[in-house]
């Protein structure tokens, strides 16, 4: 989800401000979830669940998972990271709670009260862990295919034409320096890669049409200075029923 829509925050308050991210975090768990994020070079991949205030003050529940991208030699060259509001979930657990109370008062007027308890405990308990494994899981598989694929990714927001996602390749493919991928600025982006193509003009008017027709898609080819022949393809990104980015696929097919 898009950093604004979900804390509402711009993206730049947590590139531009040191301590900015730490200084949200919920003073009860922000030293246990700072202690683990200093070792996060020492084991490659953490996840934590953490209280965050967002911009109206209040506070959200956020699952945050950071892993440490090497290249060959180990060393370290990025983190990427994802973060998903678990606030229902959390209310649910809450709501969960209060109902076995209640639930275990009423059920010891009857005198099975105990067994049922805790089959009905187990059982909610089960579908809290197994929901949860579903996420952890299906975001493991997404990063491990985006970084997998031989294709370059790269999915921009359509609000707001931030880079949401991106892969390795994708920066291989454009040499693109880490300073500006990282600044996650769409049109940086897209300047730095109409500065390698033969015909520049051309590209950038399908980017503004696409913009402009956002359910539209489009395939091509894009020629490079340096000789080499990339192979674009664009589908918009969908998100139920509404259209939320813009999703751009790139190989190299050059000869």
Avoid: C
């Amino acid at each position: 989800p898009n950093v604004v829509a979900q804390v509402g925050y711009r993206p730049q308050d947590f590139t531009d401000k040191p301590g900015f991210w730490a200084s949200k975090i919920h003073p009860d768990g922000a030293p246990r979830v700072l202690a683990e994020l200093s070792h996060l070079f020492d084991v490659d991949q953490r996840s934590h669940e953490y209280r965050f205030r967002v911009s109206d003050g209040s506070y959200r529940w956020m699952h945050d998972q950071q892993r440490v991208v090497r290249n060959d030699q180990g060393e370290a060259i990025e983190i990427v990271g994802a973060v998903s509001d678990i606030t229902d979930r959390k209310a649910a657990e809450l709501a969960l709670h209060k109902s076995e109370e209640s639930l275990a008062a009423t059920l010891r007027s009857i005198g099975n009260a105990e067994r049922e308890l805790r089959r009905l405990n187990q059982e909610l308990e089960d579908r809290v862990r197994a929901r949860t494994a579903e996420l952890e899981t299906a975001n493991s598989l997404l990063f491990a295919a985006i970084e997998a694929t031989v294709d370059g990714i790269l999915v921009v927001d359509r609000a707001d034409n931030r880079v949401t996602v991106f892969n390795q390749r994708f920066v291989e493919l454009f040499r693109i320096p880490m300073s500006e991928i990282s600044a996650r600025d769409g049109d940086r982006v897209l300047s730095w890669v109409l500065d390698q193509l033969v015909e520049p003009e051309a590209f950038h008017k399908t980017i503004l049409e696409l913009r402009a027709n956002p359910e539209a898609a489009s395939d091509g080819e894009l020629k490079l200075k340096d000789g080499r022949v990339l192979e674009r393809h664009y589908l918009p990104q969908r998100i139920g029923d509404r259209i939320a980015g813009r999703v751009h696929g790139f190989r190299d097919v050059t000869e």
